[in-house]
């Protein structure tokens, strides 16, 4: 007797990044962006606050849509134990490539899948480092690439990679937001069938 198929995918997301790469694994799911509040707790750090998000994403799209196995990611930037999100102005992206220029930066990605209850999380690390970088440079960038939705304030999948000096990561799909394969061997454990 054959398996029975799993159950739907949800991406508990609106990140057009995040849609894309879950593409890759070719792999039918539908995508709905939760409304959650992304606020830090005082003192949070960015990894604990990247896990917490991506439970809360997860257990939001359950609750739209109960019988899928719902994907849940967030990413957080940690410079200097400085928490970076989002910039959503020239204004911020600017203050953040230049706190962030020289330095190496910790970019923290976690996903969680729910189904029912199931749960489980995992998170990766990446190490940026960003080359010292001037005004100049940081208006070059933003001008021909302004990443006002990204954290960190560049898509290393494009032009943003000209602003490192180096990359260290398990898994260069988490840069980008969603981490695939970590996924990966979490979706088969869920049941879904992937090469």
Do not use: N, W
Not at 25 to 38: G, H, K, N, R, S
Not at 100 to 128: E, K, N, P
């Amino acid at each position: 007797m054959p398996a029975s198929p799993p159950a739907p995918l949800l991406l508990a997301s609106g990140s057009r990044y995040r849609a894309e790469l879950l593409r890759r694994l070719q792999l039918p799911f539908t995508a709905t962006d939760v409304d959650i509040d992304e606020t830090a707790a005082p003192g949070e750090a960015a990894s604990p606050l990247a896990l917490r998000l991506a439970e809360a994403k997860s257990a939001a799209g359950a609750r739209q849509h109960p019988s899928a196995v719902v994907i849940g990611s967030d990413q957080t930037v940690d410079c200097d134990g400085v928490v970076l999100g989002k910039p959503g102005t020239l204004a911020r992206a600017r203050a953040q490539l230049l706190r962030m220029s020289g330095r190496a930066v910790r970019f923290h990605t976690a996903v969680c899948l729910r189904h029912g209850q199931r749960v489980a999380v995992f998170a990766d690390t990446t190490i940026a480092t960003l080359r010292p970088l001037d005004a100049a440079d940081i208006d070059r960038y933003l001008a021909r690439e302004p990443a006002l939705d990204c954290a960190g304030s560049f898509r290393c999948e494009a032009l943003g990679i000209t602003l490192f000096e180096s990359l260290e990561s398990r898994d260069p799909t988490a840069l980008i937001g969603l981490p695939l394969i970590g996924l990966s061997s979490l979706l088969r454990q869920f049941g879904y069938q992937l090469p």
